[in-house]
């Protein structure tokens, strides 16, 4: 049986023009996607800076993070220090030793949230030196650097040290350091003082986790027992926890 012969040139002459007779749809220009064959419409453009909600806004500035927990653990900065210069924390807020050694290993500031009144908050120290023949003026323009105000004095007598340093803590956003090669008693003697709270050291993470354990408001140091970079440090950490409240459990005996 003989099939029927079918025209094909004119058949596709015909399906061609209705093609062009028909409306045809809008289509999005594709966007390549990671280099492939698969493409995406277009996305309409992103809001701009004014557009953006304050929460956007504010986790677009860059270099500085924000934590308004009380007590800030690895987990409130896990996964969020990236391109982080600063990390900004409440003035009560207490800093757990990991998170400052974390903070230490990237080379990240550690510094306290502005004052109520809306003015940044600058901790003064009150640097005093007894019974040592070290020089404080490098170290006095070290911590200055930092954004610390430090005023200095001397006392050939440690137990009148302590008993100024016990004074000067009691002025608004203000810590005590004490340089003395008779560390241990100074230390001693600075906790029989009502209102001081005083912890010794020289290693920076150390001296940080027992500033937050008890509140610390005066360190106290032998500057010769480490290097300068390690005193610096130390007295840096210190500072940067700011001045923090007596915890209530110890409020009885140590406030």
């Given amino acids: 049986m003989n099939q029927p012969t079918i025209d094909v040139e004119l058949v596709v002459r015909e399906v061609l023009a209705q093609l062009r007779a028909a409306p045809q749809a809008p289509v999005a220009k594709p ?24 929460e956007r806004r ?32 409440s003035r009560e807020a207490i800093v757990t030793p990991a998170v400052r050694d974390e ?35 490098t170290l006095m323009a070290a911590l200055a650097r930092e954004g610390f105000q430090v005023t200095q004095s001397n006392s050939d007598c440690l137990i009148a040290a302590g008993d100024q340093l016990a004074a000067e803590i009691l002025q608004p956003d203000t810590l005590g350091v004490l340089l003395s090669r008779h560390a241990a008693t100074g230390l001693c003697l600075a906790n029989r003082l009502r209102g001081v709270r005083a ?33 610096k440090q130390a007295i840096t950490e210190f500072a940067r926890g700011g001045v923090r409240p007596c915890p209530a459990a110890f409020r009885e005996r140590l406030a």
């Fill in 199 to 231: 912890v010794g050291g020289i290693d920076a993470p150390a001296v940080a986790a027992a500033s937050a354990a008890v509140g610390a408001n005066l360190l106290v140091v032998d500057p010769r027992t480490g290097t300068f970079f390690q005193l």
């Fill in 58 to 89: 504010t986790h677009a500035q860059p270099f500085t993070l924000t934590v308004a927990a009380r007590v800030v653990t690895m987990n409130d900065i896990a996964g969020r220090l990236d391109s982080i210069r600063r990390l900004v924390v």
């Fill in 31 to 54: 966007q390549a996607v990671g280099g492939l064959g698969t493409s995406v419409p277009s996305e309409p453009p992103s809001k701009t800076s004014q557009e953006l909600s304050p």
């Fill in 103 to 137: 903070l230490l290993r990237r080379g990240i500031a550690l510094e306290c949230a502005k004052s109520p009144n809306g003015a940044p908050t600058t901790i003064r120290l009150s640097l005093m030196t007894s019974g040592t023949d070290f020089d404080p003026t």
